[in-house]
Nanobody, 117 residues
């Protein structure tokens, strides 16, 4: 079972940037798909971006495409989400997730991102 710890959240003005990191331990992270999800206050958790184990299949939510970049470093068991041109509607708790293909996601504890207008 993989354990995931997010870092890098914080408060930023609209138009600014943040870089989230996800450190994985246990399991075989290099063979897992991984993703980022977020949950705004009063809303359900939503998909942000996913990346396959080798890094060559990437998907983004329409709302973040062109502004966010997901990446991973299997040698370091880490994943990242570079967030540029942030908007107030990007505010929420961001969760890192990882899973073997065909299995349910393992989740991190989340990191708060707040974008002020």
């Amino acid at each position: 079972q993989v354990q995931l710890v997010e870092s890098g959240g914080g408060l930023v003005q609209a138009g600014g940037s943040l870089r989230l990191s996800c450190a994985a331990s246990g399991g075989t992270f290099s063979r897992y798909r991984m993703g980022w999800f977020r949950q705004a206050p009063g809303k359900e958790r939503e998909f942000v971006a996913t990346i396959n184990w080798s890094g060559d299949v990437i998907n983004y939510a329409v709302s973040v495409k062109g502004r966010f970049t997901i990446s991973r470093d299997n040698a370091k068991n880490t994943g990242n989400l570079q967030m540029n041109s942030l908007k107030p509607e990007d505010t929420g708790v961001y969760y890192c997730a990882a899973a073997p293909v065909g299995s349910a996601w393992y989740w991190g504890q989340g990191t708060q991102v707040t974008v002020s207008s």
